[in-house]
């Protein structure tokens, strides 16, 4: 036995020893750089190869092929076992599938909003927007609003200190839209508005609409009745009936509500629908030559309609809420519904 073979097998066991009670990596690291590693021990044994006599050469190859193969074993086994111990005594089954987070979505009433203008948009309309904070112009004046008009009180619209508001309802997005597009119009404008309400089940001092508007030539009151008719099919089935108010707005003439017969209770009466087997889901009507007239459209040329829904009050029905403060309390074990 030469030098060379000597200092394998001694090298061997003192690094196999040192694996063998390694309680880390850093350890397995360690041994591979002094041994294995590019100015370690073999790669040094090797280079004196050439020192050997030649009778001996094939012995001394041999068992550094055999050392070097031992370290490489021991550093494996001691890697499984670092493993397979840390896992083991934290508790840990590895071959479980992982634990899914929890995943947020869209709120409700964001879902909803999303599906009515897909369903509109279906039907020809296009998405457009507008600010939540307005002037009295855009919300009242152009809409044809009388100055002693009570929605224009305090008590009912939010006033800042320089005279803009909260805007009271989404009519005023028809005003911009008409302002700087002229005719053929067909939008749909959907987002947040703000009154002075007591909250209750079916009151909020913030809630959201979906504008509707469309001009054209000979626009009528069945194309008005047509659209609202297939967007209840769509968005409530073929059961849904359908009813039309006379009503007053200012800025349509002729004006109506329109109400979706209640699918929590089939329309026999519940607090939802306050035991009227209806619920009020749309203001629509005509747009009011006043109204176009203020916009520079020629109101002998142009017709048009327009309507507002609620669509917390659709969320309503489509969800059988009853009471939409649910909405905005953000307890999960409500959101997480749907
Ligand atoms: N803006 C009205 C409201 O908030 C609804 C409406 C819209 C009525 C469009 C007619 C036309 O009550």
Redesign the pocket.
């Given at each position: 036995m030469n030098k060379v073979i000597e200092a394998i097998e001694q090298a061997v066991k003192a690094a196999e020893e040192r694996l063998a009670s390694a309680a880390d990596a850093s350890v397995l690291e360690a041994v591979r750089i002094e041994y294995l590693g590019r100015n370690g021990l073999f790669p040094a044994l090797s280079r004196q190869m050439g020192t050997i006599p030649a009778d001996e050469r094939r012995e001394t190859g041999a068992a550094f092929n055999a050392g070097r193969g031992k370290i490489e074993a021991a550093m494996d086994a001691a890697a499984q076992r670092l493993q397979g111990g840390v896992a083991e005594s934290a508790g840990i089954d590895l071959s479980l599938p992982g634990r899914k987070l929890p995943r947020g979505h869209k709120h409700p009433i964001s879902q909803l909003a999303d599906e009515c203008v897909s369903i509109f948009r279906r039907m020809g309309f296009i998405a457009v927007d507008g600010p939540e904070i307005e002037d009295v112009r855009h919300n009242f004046d152009a809409l044809n609003t009388p100055q002693d008009h009570p929605s224009r009180d305090p008590q009912d619209t939010f006033y800042f200190p320089d005279g803009r508001i909260l805007r009271?309802?989404?009519?005023p997005v028809?005003i911009r839209v008409m302002e700087s597009h002229q005719p053929p119009i067909r939008i749909v404008a959907p987002g947040r508005?703000f009154r002075r309400d007591t909250p209750d089940a079916t009151h909020g001092m913030n809630f959201h609409?979906i504008?509707?508007l469309s001009v054209d030539k000979d626009v009528s009151m069945a194309d008005l009745k047509s659209v609202l008719q297939s967007f209840a099919r769509e968005m409530f089935g073929e059961k849904v009936r359908i009813r039309l108010r006379p009503h007053f707005?200012p800025?349509?003439e002729p004006?109506v509500e329109y109400d979706f017969s209640c699918v929590v209770c089939g329309g026999k009466g519940c607090s939802v629908c306050k035991n009227s087997g209806w619920i009020e889901i749309?203001?629509?009507?005509m747009v009011d030559p006043a109204v176009f007239a203020n916009v520079g459209y020629d109101p002998e040329k142009w017709t048009g309609y327009?309507?507002?829904m609620g669509i917390e009050r659709l969320a309503m029905l489509r969800y059988r809420i009853p009471d939409l403060r649910l909405l905005y309390e953000n307890d999960v074990r409500f959101l997480e519904q749907f």
């Open positions: 009271s309802q989404t009519s028809q508005v609409q504008e509707g707005f800025f349509t004006s749309a203001g629509a009507g327009a309507f507002g």
